[in-house]
């Protein structure tokens, strides 16, 4: 009941948000002609009129600073078939794969995701280690396949529920 934050174990409190199960993003933004990606499953969908979405990026990820300087990006939510490009951007591959980025609304997207969504950078709020940053909606879209899931550190596939 009185337990200061600081008493809190690290581990304790990352284990407990993974069992909060989530889809799994890579963020995408160009600066001139260079393109960079990053790995993100703290996205939610924030507004429906106007449309907004909001990304958590730590301070610390080189992502941050390309979001507030390109001041656009893309969420591309992805398929099961695309844990290869969740580890890439994660910075989790030894031997990293060449990726092909598309373009769409004037911003590069990974292919073959679920859905992607472009927006322009509207606001920021710091919030301890990290920014939230939400996207004013651009642009929508989808493709066939299903989601690629992320709980408790492993990657997982959606499996319905028998109806009772
Ligand atoms: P870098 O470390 O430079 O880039 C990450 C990797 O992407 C590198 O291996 C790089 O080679 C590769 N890459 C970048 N651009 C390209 C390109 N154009 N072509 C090919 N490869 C490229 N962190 C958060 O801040 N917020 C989150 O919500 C979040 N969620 C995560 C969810 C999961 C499931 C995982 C595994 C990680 C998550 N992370 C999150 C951690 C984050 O993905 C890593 O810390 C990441 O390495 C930080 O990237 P960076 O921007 O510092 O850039």
Same mark, same amino acid.
């Given at each position: 009941?009185?337990?200061? =934050?600081?008493?809190?174990?690290?581990?304790?409190?990352?284990?407990?948000?993974?069992?909060? @199960?989530?889809?799994? !993003?890579?963020? !995408?933004?160009?600066?001139?002609?260079?393109?960079?990606?990053?790995? @993100?499953?703290? %996205?939610?969908? $924030?507004?429906?009129? /106007?449309?907004?979405?909001?990304?958590?990026? &730590?301070?610390?990820?080189?992502?941050?600073?390309?979001?507030? $300087?390109?001041?656009?990006?893309?969420?591309?939510?992805?398929?099961? =078939?695309?844990?290869?490009?969740?580890?890439?951007?994660? &910075?989790?591959?030894? @031997?990293?794969?060449?990726?092909?980025?598309?373009? %769409?609304?004037?911003?590069?997207?990974?292919?073959?995701? $679920?859905?992607?969504?472009?927006?322009?950078?509207?606001?920021?709020?710091?919030?301890?280690?990290?920014?939230?940053?939400? &996207?004013?909606? !651009?642009?929508?879209?989808?493709?066939?396949?299903? /989601?690629?899931?992320?709980?408790?550190?492993?990657?997982?596939?959606?499996?319905?529920?028998?109806?009772?």
């Amino acid at each position: 009941m009185h337990s200061e =934050n600081h008493e809190i174990d690290d581990r304790l409190f990352r284990n407990a948000m993974g069992c909060f @199960a989530t889809g799994v !993003t890579v963020i !995408t933004t160009k600066i001139e002609e260079d393109i960079f990606g990053m790995t @993100a499953n703290a %996205f939610m969908s $924030v507004s429906l009129n /106007p449309k907004l979405v909001a990304i958590s990026i &730590g301070k610390n990820a080189k992502m941050h600073e390309h979001v507030k $300087v390109s001041k656009q990006f893309a969420i591309n939510i992805l398929s099961t =078939n695309q844990q290869n490009e969740s580890k890439q951007f994660a &910075g989790q591959l030894v @031997a990293e794969s060449n990726i092909t980025f598309a373009s %769409f609304k004037n911003v590069p997207i990974l292919e073959d995701t $679920v859905a992607v969504v472009t927006c322009e950078l509207h606001s920021e709020y710091i919030v301890g280690d990290h920014t939230i940053f939400i &996207g004013k909606v !651009t642009g929508v879209k989808m493709n066939q396949g299903e /989601p690629l899931l992320f709980s408790q550190g492993k990657y997982r596939e959606l499996k319905e529920l028998e109806r009772e």
